[in-house]
């Protein structure tokens, strides 16, 4: 419910799954209702030092033109070798949060013991944690606890589907009440729908 009410609010929920059998449906999931998210590393800072991170995104897409644009092509090939590793770097731990242009109104965790500098970088900006708890994590420091286990894929998977269909539908409300809003004004001022 409370992820259906972020969304409602045009919220957004940053998805975070590093461990192996979390990453695939972690990009999938957040991918499919166009939310960041993290599955490779979570880089320390990301959201304390969000300038800096949102610095590195600025960098990869600077990378992506230059190659689109053909600019490599001027350089020497020790040079593109550099820079497309740099790219390569940065694709890699960045890719999820390329479109993240602020801090997230939600952060949704799959194991709170590997996330552990997440979930202390959320406390202490004060973003709510949704996370899934294992036996062997310490629920403290969660804002909605989901009892569940955070090791097998199937389960991962209902969680995060879960996760994303509530998204879905608070951005359905989100929109229909914008839509409401315009017609409303519209009506307002006399200006045809």
Not at 21 to 30: L, M, Y
Request: hydrophobic content about 40%; aromatic content about 6%.
């Amino acid at each position: 419910r409370f992820v259906r009410d972020l969304g409602r609010r045009g919220g957004i929920v940053l998805f975070v799954g590093t461990k192996k059998q979390a990453q695939e449906v972690v990009a999938r999931e957040a991918g499919r209702v166009g939310m960041p998210f993290v599955n490779t590393r979570w880089l320390g800072g990301t959201l304390t030092n969000f300038q800096t991170i949102k610095k590195r995104i600025d960098r990869l897409q600077q990378l992506i033109d230059w190659e689109d644009q053909g600019m490599y092509e001027t350089l020497p090939k020790k040079e593109i070798l550099r820079l497309r590793h740099e790219r390569e770097k940065l694709q890699k731990h960045l890719w999820g949060i390329r479109e993240m242009t602020k801090l997230p109104d939600l952060v949704f965790l799959i194991d709170t013991r590997k996330e552990h500098i997440a979930v202390t970088e959320a406390r202490r900006l004060g973003i709510p944690i949704v996370a899934v708890v294992d036996s062997n994590c310490d629920p403290e420091g969660i804002d909605y606890v989901i009892p569940g286990n955070d090791d097998a894929i199937r389960a991962i998977i209902l969680y995060c589907e879960y996760a994303a269909d509530a998204c879905l539908e608070g951005a359905e409300l989100f929109n229909e009440r914008v839509q409401a809003e315009v017609a409303e004004a519209q009506a307002a001022t006399g200006a045809p729908a």
